[in-house]
């Protein structure tokens, strides 16, 4: 009678814990993505809105955060005709897509101020200079969800404007979806 020896036997040992490897590094990811407003940008008009230079890889987090501080603002109803009754800060940044998908923007502040969000879905252009979403209501945040996909390069302005309050810091947490 012939006796078989299993086939691991009759390989070296060291053959069969043998690992694949690729050429691709492997990927670090930061704590976040986040980007601060640059206070010495002049970034009042959403046609000179702050660049967003954050190199977003959605492998590593689907969060981008971008802080600022707003200035205190409101309504000055004595104002004479003619004049804008608003006095305020606005802070405009311009974000270029990563990749294809889905977008989302929640918009939050501290304190007791009222803030809101405009998005403009292509970059701005005088003569008409009017944003494709408002979020304008009380609380404590606003928030939009983008009904459909976005391409990688699409350009999105989004705007934050104190509203009422005497300002303070804000966050805009973009959040991408495929």
Known sequence: MRRFLPLAALVPAHLLFVACTTDEPELECPEEYSWDENSDNDNGFATDAESINVD????CHRRL???GEGESCGYDNNAPAGEWPWTGDEDNFELTMP????????????GNN?????IYLTPPSPPTISPDEIM??????EEFLFDDPLDEGDRITFGVLCAQGNGGDYELELIWEE
Do not use: H
């Open 65 to 67: 955060f971008i802080r």
């Open 114 to 118: 009222d803030y809101d969000m405009t």
């Open 56 to 59: 977003w890889d959605t492998r």
């Open 136 to 141: 304008a209501g009380s609380g404590d945040g």
């Open 99 to 110: 990749t294809d998908g889905f977008l989302e923007a929640k918009l939050t502040w501290d």
